[in-house]
């Protein structure tokens, strides 16, 4: 997945000599197996812990609503995502049909939202962005934006 051969090879050698993997030969080549040890699985659970869980929206994570308007494409969103200064903090996005739904990675600055907003609104979209005051699920997070499309559209 984008890394040369030897260089899983070596993380692989690295983590057995950590004693975080047991390998099904002691000579290790090309083709051996390996299963993470206990202490392999503690690391694991340790680190997938930290990780915030994709489609959760966690308090104070920002959090931003883009609305499709017409003659936007998906090139146009792809335009703006493409560029890692934009969407670096961007910590993961659903596409809901009429737009996309954002979480910006936990801690992300202010100035990073804005600037996303505003590349976002130069091609076309409507843009809102808040902090959220919750933990939201996925479920929870769409169900609010579709609300808030739908009082704007009366709105207007």
């Not at 910590?91 to 910006?104: C, E």
Request: net charge negative.
């Amino acid at each position: 997945m984008g890394k040369p051969t030897g260089a899983i090879f070596g993380l692989l050698r690295r983590m057995h000599g950590d004693g975080l993997l047991e390998a099904d030969s002691e000579t290790l080549t090309r083709g051996t197996q390996y299963r993470l040890t206990h202490s392999g699985h503690v690391a694991l659970e340790e680190a997938l812990a930290e990780e915030p869980i994709v489609g959760q929206v966690a308090p104070e994570q920002w959090v931003m609503v883009l609305e499709r308007t017409d003659g936007t494409r998906l090139t146009d969103f792809q335009g703006v995502v493409v560029r890692t200064t934009l969407s670096g903090a961007i910590a993961w996005g659903v596409d809901v049909g009429w737009g996309w739904l954002l979480a910006f990675t936990p801690g992300s600055e202010p100035f990073a939202v804005e600037r996303a907003a505003a590349a976002f609104e130069d091609a076309g979209f409507r843009c809102r962005f808040a902090r959220a005051m919750v933990l939201l699920s996925g479920n929870q997070f769409r169900s609010r934006a579709a609300t808030l499309t739908a009082e704007r559209e009366r709105a207007s």
